[in-house]
T-cell receptor, first 114, second 113 residues
Framework: DAGVTQSPTHLIKTRGQQVTLRCSPK?????VSWYQQALGQGPQFIFQ???????QRGNFPDRFSGHQFPNYSSELNVNALLLGDSALYLC?????????????FGQGTRLTVV | QKEVEQDPGPLSVPEGAIVSLNCTYS??????FMWYRQYSRKGPELLMY????GNKEDGRFTAQVDKSSKYISLFIRDSQPSDSATYLC?????????????FGTGTLLAVQP
């Protein structure tokens, strides 16, 4: 079992650009949540996708958007990048009928905005 | 005021020491309390969870929750260099799949051989 996989592992973008991050959930999981972890901080919830729809959203601007595909994989898109968007972006997968307690995290994508 | 407060450390202890990690919180709706371990350049992995108040033990790890004080702790006995990592507390209003996790800032622990 490959667990939760995220791509790319690192990337550098210029302020004002757009970026897409990808996540493949653990086998058998159908729910994907995205978190932003700034340096020295704990992860902050961005949003969650289930059945290809955004089910819950944290306190993030509309520049942050996402998508879930029929195979349960997910994308996180960030438009008009700011320097403050530099962070580790984590994807967590779980089952729609299961508990958040069983969420598995990927290794993250390290985004640097210059 | 943040919903979850955690001392960022760093905390440095000698091998074999007992480590105490703590978090306080303000939201009385939290029912599930979790501890995650995060190694450098890795995603968080769940160590332990506790529902409501009480203690839970798993090997060298003990989690305690005191809802009356809004205070949770993780104790690590006989600490090992391999325990060196960032420890994150996390909380949730309920354990359902739809609920988000609220994390503390994490405490960086270094266990010296």
């Amino acid at each position: 079992d490959a667990g939760v996989t995220q791509s790319p592992t690192h990337l550098i973008k210029t302020r004002g650009q757009q970026v897409t991050l990808r996540c493949s959930p653990k086998s058998g999981h159908d729910t994907v949540s995205w978190y932003q972890q700034a340096l020295g901080q704990g992860p902050q919830f961005i949003f969650q996708y289930y059945e290809e729809e955004e089910r819950q959203r944290g306190n993030f601007p509309d520049r942050f958007s996402g998508h879930q595909f029929p195979n349960y994989s997910s994308e996180l898109n960030v438009n008009a990048l700011l320097l403050g968007d530099s962070a580790l972006y984590l994807c967590a997968s779980s089952t729609g009928q299961g508990a958040i307690l069983y969420a598995f995290f990927g290794q993250g994508t390290r985004l640097t905005v210059v | 005021q943040k919903e979850v407060e955690q001392d960022p450390g760093p905390l440095s202890v000698p091998e074999g020491a007992i480590v105490s990690l703590n978090c306080t919180y303000s939201n009385s709706a939290f029912q599930y309390f979790m501890w995650y371990r995060q190694y450098s350049r890795k995603g968080p992995e769940l160590l332990m969870y506790t529902y409501s108040s009480g203690n839970k033990e798993d090997g060298r790890f003990t989690a305690q929750v005191d809802k009356s004080s809004k205070y949770i702790s993780l104790f690590i006995r006989d600490s090992q260099p391999s325990d060196s990592a960032t420890y994150l507390c996390a909380m949730s209003g309920y354990g359902g799949a739809t609920n988000k996790l609220i994390f503390g800032t994490g405490t960086l622990l270094a266990v010296q051989p």
